[in-house]
């Protein structure tokens, strides 16, 4: 039976999976399967219809097999390499956001105290005014003279965090 049908079972097999060496594993194993339950087989159909249908289920349960290790393999990948990405961007930020406290602790104390009460705690200028007890146009000048401090020292960071934060938009709408 096996010199009979093996070489025809390959070429079947091979259809399938364009895979000389797997199609032969495929048919070998069906062998080696008919060999080891001969004393239980029974088969109901003609033995030509019985192996060329084992084959083809073989054939397609190792495409599905494949299929979905590739698919799990493309998965992997994705989320290295989005990992990667995500580290390159939180250290670029990182970097950024260590450059802009360094400059923030250059300011003058007044005016360091009265960018971040703006900045970082979200007060209004008149709530800084209030809790400083400083009018509000002295609130709006030592604003314009710290953001004017902060671009002439950040200027060469500017493009950096442009090109960080339009990286991040590209991604956001990507997914």
Same mark, same amino acid.
């Given at each position: 039976?096996?010199? +009979?049908?093996?070489?025809?079972?390959?070429?079947?097999?091979?259809?399938?999976?364009?895979?000389?060496?797997?199609?032969?594993?495929?048919?070998?194993?069906?062998?080696?399967?008919?060999?080891?339950?001969?004393?239980?087989?029974? !088969?109901?159909?003609?033995?030509?219809?019985?192996?060329?249908?084992?084959?083809?289920?073989?054939?397609?349960?190792?495409?599905?097999?494949?299929?979905?290790?590739?698919?799990?393999?493309?998965? =992997?990948?994705? $989320? !290295?390499?989005?990992?990667? $990405?995500? #580290? $390159?961007?939180?250290?670029?930020?990182?970097?950024?956001?260590?450059?802009?406290?360094? +400059? !923030?602790?250059?300011?003058? +104390?007044?005016?360091?105290?009265?960018?971040?009460?703006?900045?970082?705690?979200?007060?209004?200028?008149? $709530?800084?005014?209030?809790?400083?007890?400083?009018?509000?146009? +002295?609130?709006? =000048?030592?604003?314009?003279?710290?953001?004017? #401090?902060?671009?002439?020292?950040?200027?060469?960071?500017? !493009?950096?965090?442009?090109?960080?934060?339009?990286?991040?938009?590209?991604?956001?709408?990507?997914?």
């Amino acid at each position: 039976m096996f010199r +009979t049908h093996y070489s025809k079972l390959c070429a079947y097999a091979n259809k399938f999976l364009k895979d000389i060496d797997a199609s032969e594993e495929i048919v070998q194993e069906l062998f080696y399967n008919l060999w080891l339950n001969r004393e239980s087989l029974n !088969i109901k159909s003609s033995v030509n219809s019985y192996l060329f249908r084992s084959v083809r289920n073989s054939c397609l349960n190792m495409i599905k097999h494949i299929n979905i290790r590739e698919e799990y393999k493309a998965f =992997n990948e994705a $989320e !290295i390499k989005d990992k990667e $990405e995500n #580290f $390159e961007d939180s250290f670029e930020t990182s970097e950024l956001e260590q450059k802009i406290r360094r +400059t !923030i602790d250059m300011l003058p +104390t007044e005016r360091r105290k009265v960018f971040i009460m703006s900045r970082y705690d979200g007060l209004k200028y008149r $709530e800084i005014a209030e809790k400083l007890n400083i009018s509000v146009k +002295t609130v709006e =000048n030592q604003m314009g003279k710290a953001i004017k #401090f902060l671009r002439e020292q950040l200027s060469n960071y500017l !493009i950096i965090a442009f090109l960080v934060m339009i990286e991040f938009l590209i991604k956001v709408f990507e997914k």
